[in-house]
């Protein structure tokens, strides 16, 4: 199943691809002059990289890809991040497109585990808990399988390493596209709103 360098970079592109969404989004713009951090979106954006990699952390705690891999903790985390959201006392539809956004991004985790190779029986994870305790698995095996024993060892860390540059060959492009794309709906949005409480006479 894919590393987190591959997950954080598909959390990056789901923010980025909510940017795109209609709606109220002009917090979400920055000047061209800005920073590439906060035109990226800012610690937000940044959130959602860590989120849709924090899944793996059952892997100190449980068995792996159970719990943490599953609609329900999709739910939590949409949850969590709107009452965060409300205690910032962001407007709703702020807090709105923040929970979606962070829910998306975890569930990321889950699109890119379900769509790899898995060579760790049980096959699969258990997407749907708490409504059905099943494993899933796509089959199709779009991402290489990572192994964790014996981590530096050579045979782990060169099959860790084409893993992770397979993910980089199919989740880059992605990533680069989504970010053009959203530059330039963002960039439009300022001007648009300045013509909108400013009408010409």
Known sequence: MPSPIG???AGLAVAWVADLIPGDRLWRAEPATASW???A???LSAT?????AAPDLDLLFTTHRTYTHSAGAVMVVGLCAALSSARRRARPSHATRIALMCAAAYASHLLLDWLGVDLYPPLGLQALWPFDSGWY????????????????TWPVL???FFAVVQEA?????????????????????????????????
């Open 7 to 9: 997950h954080s970079l």
């Open 169 to 201: 060959a199919i989740l880059v492009p992605i990533v680069v596209a989504v970010w053009l794309i959203r530059e330039k709906a963002l960039a439009g949005l300022a001007p648009e709103e300045t013509r909108r409480h400013h009408p010409p006479e």
């Open 37 to 39: 951090y906060r035109r």
């Open 137 to 152: 698995i796509s089959g199709l095996d779009l991402f290489r399988q990572t192994r964790r024993e014996h981590l530096f």
């Open 48 to 52: 959602c990289a860590l989120l849709a």
């Open 41 to 43: 979106g800012n610690g």
């Open 158 to 160: 060169e099959q860790n």
